[in-house]
């Protein structure tokens, strides 16, 4: 018997990228479980995500807001397992509205695990980022690494990682907390990095790259990605932190090539922009507590990428919608403006 199997569990920000992932992996790994799928829908969610499980009868999906109490008390009636992803997600963004970043991932927490607590739940992993530590500019952020948050985005996740933290230590709540690095594949919105350039590409318009393009991110495939999540939910210590790393450093412009040889396009699309304020150097974590726990990744970077590409070719619906979410325009023309060129 595993701690999962058999259970009814709750997947927060699941029409997002990594959350219908991981409600497929769930769905998949466990023949006898119920995932409820609870998501706003905003910008960043689609019902498109959730296609290939739309139709199991094991899965149900609801519209809901994790900051309103209400919403989320009517799906924890009998859940067993919270997996809580909803956040807002894009640093970017938080730099021009950082209040609804404080709503949702702060405020949306607190009530996720206030309702968790009500319920008295069996686990609750809540996921946070590698972006909490800050710039690492040399070495690898351990788990006991100070939390120095550089945007509100960071921020935000950084208060709601401690508070989950907090509900462990004061109210014995089952907490797990991971913290992964950056995550890449097929489904993400394509404002983010990697999505937003192969969209570029396909379409041989310009890669605006920040700065000198030597910001270094460590880059995970989603579905890596989600077996760490599940692998921790089934193994971990409960109150424990678990970074979640790929020992795949990459600077933004090395990304960029792989990139375009990917799509047999000239480098010359790269164009330099001027950088984003307080944009963190360099994430590099620690993860040998994970790794005690058996997991590995198994997808190196450029079979993930070539796959990554390939979905993206597969689905030119997906690419336009940036443009096609009113708010998500607004925002990128009056900030971007020659980024959407
Ligand atoms: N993508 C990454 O590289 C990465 C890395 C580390 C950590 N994370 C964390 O993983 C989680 C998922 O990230 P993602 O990349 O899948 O994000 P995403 O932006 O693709 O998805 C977020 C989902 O949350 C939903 N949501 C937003 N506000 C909500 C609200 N108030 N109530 C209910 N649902 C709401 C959205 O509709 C969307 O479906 C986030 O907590 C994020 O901070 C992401």
């Not at 799906?75 to 997600?89: C, K, R």
């Not at 993206?312 to 990128?332: C, K």
């Amino acid at each position: 018997m595993t701690r999962l199997n058999g259970k009814r569990i709750l997947v927060t920000g699941g029409a997002g990228f990594i959350g219908s992932h991981l409600v497929e992996l769930l769905l998949r790994t466990y023949p006898d479980v119920e995932v409820i799928t609870l998501d706003k829908l905003t910008y960043a969610g689609t019902l498109d995500n959730l296609t290939a499980v739309m139709d199991d009868p094991r899965h149900r999906f609801v519209q809901g807001d994790v900051t309103r109490r209400a919403d989320v008390e009517a799906v924890l009636e009998g859940v067993q397992w919270v997996f809580h992803l909803a956040a807002e997600t894009h640093v970017d963004r938080s730099l021009y509205d950082p209040g609804r970043f404080l709503e949702t991932d702060v405020w949306g927490t607190f009530e996720v695990l206030e309702a968790a607590r009500r319920h008295g739940v069996e686990g609750f992993v809540h996921v946070s980022t590698d972006e909490v530590y800050g710039s690492v500019d040399e070495g690898w952020a351990h788990e006991a690494a100070p939390l120095e948050p550089s945007s509100p985005y960071s921020a935000s996740k950084a208060a709601a990682d401690r508070l989950a933290h907090a509900y462990a230590v004061t109210f014995g709540l089952p907490v797990l907390i991971v913290r992964p690095c950056n995550a890449y594949g097929p489904r993400q919105f394509p404002e983010k990095l990697i999505p937003f350039f192969i969209v570029r590409a396909l379409r041989d318009q310009p890669l605006p790259l920040y700065g000198d393009g030597q910001n270094v991110r460590d880059w995970l495939y989603v579905e890596d990605l989600c077996q760490a999540i599940r692998v921790v939910a089934e193994r971990g210590q409960f109150g424990t932190v678990y970074n979640v790393g790929a020992r795949n450093l990459l600077p933004n412009i090395e990304v960029a090539r792989r990139i375009l040889a990917v799509l047999g396009k000239p480098e010359s699309l790269i164009q330099r922009v001027p950088d984003r304020p307080g944009h963190d150097r360099r994430y590099a974590m620690d993860w040998d507590r994970l790794r005690r726990l058996g997991w590995w990744p198994t997808t190196d970077f450029d079979q993930g990428l070539r796959k990554t590409v390939e979905w993206y070719r597969a689905h030119p619906e997906r690419w336009h919608a940036l443009e096609s979410d009113e708010a998500s325009r607004h925002f990128y023309e009056q900030h971007y403006g020659p980024r959407l060129g």
